[in-house]
């Protein structure tokens, strides 16, 4: 075979890897029960299909290919293994005779089984981290040291989270399943969490240098996309449009120098309109669903600074009707924070100052810096200078981001 | 009356088995135990837990349920197991529990069960 044929089937094989490796190995996590197994099963099926296939051309199903090598190769792997341990020789039986036709398994409708994958992944009983590592490791295809460089922890930690989550999986018997109907609200939670965590963790590094980690906001739109492809439920949906026209804003957030900007002092010609148009389609879908909860309305919010070409085009009325929603449907201090600022767009600083005063005297927010920030703000615009001093030196004190700290301490050099 | 045995472990204190050897006999022993008990009518039930790193917590509040990694142990003794016996008395539980294999390495729990009547 001629050095162009070899590396035509390469490439063609590393674009079936790219497209393709995810579902082939969500079902053969199905098939042989255990991520670890399906993890070798679906590495050697790609290694046999690199030699088969310049050799033989590429089979009509790639996909159903490489399940049925990649199981064919795991029993086999059992069996051999069972030679030295004989518990082993019971679980090969199970899975099912080796000398069946490997391709006989022609089915082009073979159930899409990442869903199983993505609510296993994201099962409420496995931590948050372990979580977020597992759906980035398997969902996703990243390796554990994108995920470490990503979440600037040390890939060790990383990978010992991802062992402990599949442990805990196999041991503790977490079922590989898309949850039932009435679990299904409480179980989509949990996955819409770990994507807007992932997103945010891309969106607005909690620490260090750089503001935006592109990729893992990327990566996570791309998981939204999946998940409501897959499961076109209103949340699903209205996370996807709240990522996506956060997102827009991007380019106009930082200055060139690093510096944040504000909404209301972004240059809005920056904004990405392509995925404000999808944002705001998607979010009107969510909306005539009637079901929707806070992801949807935090969408509808983003949507009403989408819609306005200038910051002072901006309908508060209708920005705080929706925080209004907001609250009710998740009480929570930092929204009636967010809630404070947009009635004092609306009504004035002084009606969101007394807001913000009322929740620090129930001791909420005391150690939220964007609280202290947002009171300073707010002071500085009523002319009480040395409460918006005091508030912004509290802020910078809590602040541990680099683009934040110097947006305060310009704030304060300008007071 | 009923007595539960809490079957405590401590990972770190160097007296549990070493080797998987070791684990089997420990197990073997505890399976030889429980016949034991049976025979002599205490034993009622018994069962070894998975390790505490595969523990869940669920709690409903307003008719919410969270589910929850853990709790792992904070401390360095972990439940690996409960042995449910018959006896006569709080005494003759404290001998039972002291012949738990485990009660080498680890330590025994021995709560008196409630038993609750419907009114």
């Known amino acids: ?415 | 009356m009923k007595f539960l045995c809490l079957v405590h472990e401590e990972p770190d204190n160097g007296l549990g088995p070493q080797t998987e050897q070791e684990a089997q006999e420990l197990v073997n022993e505890h399976l030889d135990y429980d016949e034991t008990l049976r025979q002599s009518g205490h034993w009622l039930y018994a069962q070894a837990l998975q390790p505490v790193e595969t523990a869940t917590t669920v709690r409903v509040r307003n008719g919410k349920t969270s589910i929850t990694d853990g709790p792992f142990a904070e401390t360095k003794e972990v439940l690996g197991g409960f042995v449910m016996i018959e006896a006569m008395d709080m005494e003759e539980a404290i001998q039972i529990a002291a012949g738990i294999p485990s009660a080498r390495m680890g330590f025994i729990h021995v709560r008196r069960v409630c038993e609750f009547k419907s009114s």
Not at chain 1, 81 to 92: E, N, P, T, V, Y
Not at chain 1, 347 to 356: K, R
């Open chain 1, 1 to 415: 075979m001629s050095e162009d044929a070899r590396k035509n089937v390469r490439e063609k094989v590393d674009e079936i890897y790219r497209l393709e490796s995810r579902r082939v190995l969500a079902t053969l996590i199905r098939l042989l029960g255990d991520f670890d197994l399906a993890e070798e099963a679906l590495h050697e099926a790609f290694t046999t299909a690199l030699e088969q296939w310049a050799h033989e051309g590429l089979p009509k199903n790639p996909r159903t290919w490489l399940v049925s090598v990649g199981r064919f190769k795991a029993i086999d792997n059992i069996r051999r293994r069972a030679r030295f341990d004989s518990s082993l020789a019971q679980i090969a039986n199970e899975l099912g005779p080796t000398t069946e036709n490997p391709f006989a398994e022609d089915d082009e409708d073979i159930e899409d089984e990442r869903l199983r994958l993505i609510f296993t992944c994201c099962h409420p009983a496995l931590s948050p981290d372990a979580q977020i590592a597992l759906t980035l490791r398997t969902v996703c295809g990243f390796t554990t040291e994108e995920i470490a460089h990503a979440f600037l922890t040390p890939p060790p930690t990383i990978a010992q989270r991802i062992v402990r989550a599949k442990s805990k999986i196999r041991d503790a018997h977490i079922p590989y399943e898309v949850p039932s109907h009435t679990e299904l609200p409480d179980r989509l939670d949990s996955v819409l969490h770990v994507i807007y965590l992932v997103f945010n963790e891309g969106y607005s590094a909690s620490f260090g240098d750089s503001l935006t980690r592109h990729d893992l906001s990327a990566e996570a739109i791309r998981l939204g996309r999946l998940l409501v492809e897959l499961l076109p439920e209103p949340e699903a949906v209205g996370l996807l449009a709240l990522m996506l026209l956060q997102e827009s804003r991007r380019a106009a957030r930082t200055s060139p120098t690093g510096e944040l900007i504000l909404l209301n002092e972004q240059d809005r010609t920056l904004w990405d309109r392509a995925q404000i148009t999808e944002g705001l389609r998607l979010i009107q879908q969510a909306l005539a669903s009637r079901r929707f909860g806070p992801y949807t309305i935090q969408a509808a919010i983003a949507a009403v600074h989408a819609r306005a070409a200038r910051a002072d085009e901006t309908d508060w009325n209708q920005i705080v009707a929706f925080y209004d929603i907001l609250i009710q449907a998740e009480p929570s201090p930092v929204i009636e924070l967010n809630r404070a600022v947009a009635v004092a767009m609306r009504d004035g600083p002084e009606a969101g100052l007394t807001i913000i005063e009322e929740i620090f005297a129930r001791g909420d927010l005391l150690e939220y810096h964007f609280a202290h920030s947002a009171h300073a703000d707010l002071s500085r615009r009523l002319g009480k200078i040395e409460e918006a001093r005091a508030s912004y030196e509290k802020a910078l004190q809590l602040s541990q981001q680099r683009s934040e700290r110097e947006f305060l301490e310009r704030r304060l050099r300008e007071l």
